[in-house]
């Protein structure tokens, strides 16, 4: 089983870019989450889906936007790139379960 | 809001045992989780608490005490390899979300 997949893996934009970060799980997991992460500190919840067609804004929703494409696919999309959306993003599936299964993450610099 | 406290770092030899609290402040609590990460790597999912009590597998064990708003993350016969970041996380709705604490860095030491 892959888990949970992000691509890509690092991506460098100029302030002011958009791009859109992809995820996928498959492990039937009903609810998907993106966070992000910045030196040092903790996971801070941007968006989440609890089920398929259903989003929700976390802690740290502005200048993003998600799609929860289907069951498997959660995108998290920055529309106009800032340096201060510098950060390490992760986005995390689970299911019946108490645990999260995370992917490798993103390490997205704004310039 | 919530809120959690952790402490930031703690270091250790290797072979003892090493404790990491964590405090919340949270308007509903459903449970706390620990998760683990390696510099560089993705969290990985280690305990949950939903109930008071202590929760054992293998060398790590948690414990939660709701009346406290407190739980602590227990690692025994440390190894170099458990060097890493522990994150605690309350859940606090129906829905699974997760708030998460700064994270306490590990540091075992020969």
């Known amino acids: 089983n892959a888990g949970v997949t992000q691509t890509p893996k690092f991506q460098v934009l100029k302030t002011g870019q958009s791009m859109t970060l992809q995820c996928a799980q498959d492990?039937?997991?009903?609810?998907m989450y993106w966070y992000r992460q910045d030196p040092g500190m903790g996971l801070r919840l941007i968006y989440y889906?609890?089920?398929?067609?259903?989003?929700d804004k976390g802690e740290v929703p502005n200048g993003y936007n998600v799609s929860r494409l289907n069951k498997r696919e959660f995108s998290l999309r920055l529309e106009s790139a800032a340096p201060s959306q510098t950060s390490v993003y992760f986005c995390?599936?689970?299911?019946?379960?108490?645990?999260?299964?995370f992917g490798s993450g993103t390490r997205l610099t704004v310039v | 809001g919530q809120s959690l406290e952790q402490p930031s770092e703690v270091t250790a030899v290797e072979g003892a045992i090493v404790q990491i609290n964590c405090t919340y402040q949270?308007?509903?609590?459903?449970?706390l989780s620990w998760y683990q990460q390696h510099d560089g790597g993705a969290p990985t999912f280690l305990s949950y608490?939903?109930?008071?009590g202590l929760e054992e597998t293998g060398r790590f064990s948690s414990f939660l005490s709701r009346s406290d708003s407190y739980g602590y993350l227990l690692l025994q016969e440390l190894q170099m390899k458990d060097s890493a970041s522990y994150f605690c996380?309350?859940?606090?709705?129906?829905?699974?979300?997760?708030?998460f604490g700064g994270g306490t860095r590990l540091m075992v030491k020969p």
């Open positions: 995390a599936s689970t299911g019946q379960g108490n645990g999260y299964t």
């Open positions: 492990m039937n997991h009903n609810s």
């Open positions: 889906s609890a089920s398929e067609g259903t989003t």
């Open positions: 949270t308007s509903g609590f459903y449970g």
């Open positions: 608490n939903a109930l008071d």
């Open positions: 996380a309350v859940r606090n709705n129906a829905g699974n979300m997760l708030t």
